[in-house]
C-alpha cells in the first residue's frame, strides 16, 4: 500500500528527495498518521530516521538534524524525505512507515547510496 520511490548513487555532499505515496489509503488515515522513514544499512539493523506525528511535530535521528526533512503532502497523500548534504554513511536502504493505533504499513524500501 505504501510506495517508495526517489532512491538513488550520488556523491557525498549531494542530496536526494525520497517519496512515499500511500496508494489506496484512505484520506483521514493518512492525515491522523504517524509518518516516519527508517533507514537499513548493510549488516545494520533498521533504525529510525525522522518522524512526523499526527499533531505536525517532527524527529530527527542525531545524526541528519539539519540535513534530512520530513514532510508530507496530504492531498497527495504523500511522505517526502529531503535528504541534503548526503555522507557515504548515508548509505542504506530507505523504508517509509504510516502507522495509526494497530495499523502499521510499510514500504518495499528504496536503496540510497553515497559514495566518497
Known amino acids: 500500500q505504501l510506495q517508495a520511490s526517489g532512491g538513488g548513487s550520488v556523491r557525498a555532499g549531494g542530496s536526494l528527495t525520497l517519496s512515499c505515496a500511500a496508494r489506496g489509503m484512505i484520506l483521514s488515515t493518512f492525515t491522523t498518521s504517524r509518518r516516519a522513514w527508517y533507514r537499513q544499512a548493510p549488516g545494520k539493523q533498521r533504525e529510525p530516521v525522522a518522524e512526523l506525528t499526527s499533531g505536525g511535530m517532527t524527529n530527527y535521528q542525531d545524526s541528519v538534524k539539519g540535513r534530512f526533512t520530513i514532510s508530507k503532502d496530504n492531498s497527495r497523500k504523500t511522505v517526502y524525505l529531503q535528504m541534503l548534504s548526503l555522507e557515504p554513511e548515508d548509505t542504506a536502504v530507505y523504508y517509509c512507515?504510516?502507522?495509526?493505533?494497530?495499523?502499521?504499513?510499510w514500504g518495499q524500501g528504496t536503496l540510497v547510496t553515497v559514495s566518497s
Open positions: 512507515n504510516i502507522k495509526l493505533g494497530s495499523r502499521d504499513y
